[in-house]
């Protein structure tokens, strides 16, 4: 829901998906409409390579670019990882960390995710730190207690001045890339939850001023309703932001609010 302490952010996560020339295309396409998204910021998470495209093409407009991960060392042996620094200096502004995907395949604890959002801020950069339960924990009924604890590890070490650089994705793993979606209650109680823990950790203050998304199949029929809860601050949005026509009609969505 758009509040005046704190942004909604419309930010699309293309996965392994879309080539150079799809990348500035569709930028191209989105440039008018993003436009218009007054209450709402725009965000695109290209894959590494498509990021010098990606951020020449975004220039002078209101689409930030990200990328998908990141390394927590500034530097060295770490073959194959591109740092925080290096992804700064090429333009990028947002940085997913702790994707359930990554979580899965490649073994990423909240330690890690934690390592990674400290060095992202000291480079800069806004971490979108993605949190979010297994249907298996959720039939358990720990869903809360899962989340809490994944905020609060990711945050460790944060400074008060830091957290207004921080954005949080609650995305249910059921929800991601199913079909299935959380309903508008759900993601509310979580993303509720979720401030709560930034309240008893940094004050009412600065976890009002915090975006909490919801990502896990967001799509332009229910974008709507979830974007109309009050502790839901936008989306992170998969399938439907690699085609310009849904990912606009997110946007003014959540611009209408
Ligand atoms: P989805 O992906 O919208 O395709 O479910 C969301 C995400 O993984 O961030």
Redesign the pocket.
Known sequence: MNLRYRKTIIAG?WKMNLNEEEARQFIRQLKPLAAEARWCDVVLCVPFLQIPAAVKAARGTKIAIGAQNCHYEPKGAYTGEISCGMLAEAGVKYVIIG?SERRRDSNESDALVNKKVLAALQFGLRPIICVGETLEMRDNDVTLDVVRMQVKTALRGVMLEQLRRVTIAY?PIW???TGYTATAQQANEVNSVIRQVLRDLYGARAARAVSILY????NVSNARELLAQPDVDGG?????SLKTESFAKIIEAANQQ
Do not use: K
């Open positions: 996560n994707h995305e929800a991601i890339g990502g896990g199949s967001m992170l949005i998969g399938g439907a």
